[in-house]
């Protein structure tokens, strides 16, 4: 089992920053793909960015070139620094994990973002 736990989200302006952490505990040897989702009120969750144990990264059109998303394998948590926020970015931001081998994917509660204008 795999718990995680966000932290870091919070009320910015747009055009500001955000960094949010992902805090992962329990069988954490076992990690493999980590990745940031999001779910704005009304719409469906979608993915934000993904990161590989070996640290290839993958990144939705949207947050391209805006998001940086990293982990730190040695304090078992994973980050997502967000700048150029705009208002479009505000969503609850949740983490997820996957180990290998596969067992299904494990979610963190969620960090509310809010961007205003």
């Known amino acids: 089992q795999v718990q995680l736990v966000e932290s870091g989200g919070g009320l910015v302006q747009a055009g500001g920053s955000l960094r949010l952490s992902c805090a992962a505990s329990g069988s954490t040897f076992s990690i493999d793909t980590m990745g940031w989702y999001r779910q704005a009120p009304g719409k469906q969750r979608e993915w934000v960015a993904t990161?590989?144990?070996?640290?290839?990264?993958l990144y939705a059109d949207s947050v391209k070139g805006r998001f940086i998303i990293s982990r730190d394998n040695a304090k078992n948590t994973m980050y997502l620094q967000m700048n150029s926020l705009k208002p479009e970015d505000t969503a609850v931001y949740y983490c997820?994990?996957?180990?290998?081998?596969?067992?299904?994917?494990?979610w963190g509660q969620g960090t509310q973002v809010t961007v205003s204008s």
């Open positions: 990161i590989s144990s070996g640290g290839t990264t």
């Open positions: 997820k994990s996957l180990r290998a081998p596969y067992d299904g994917a494990y």
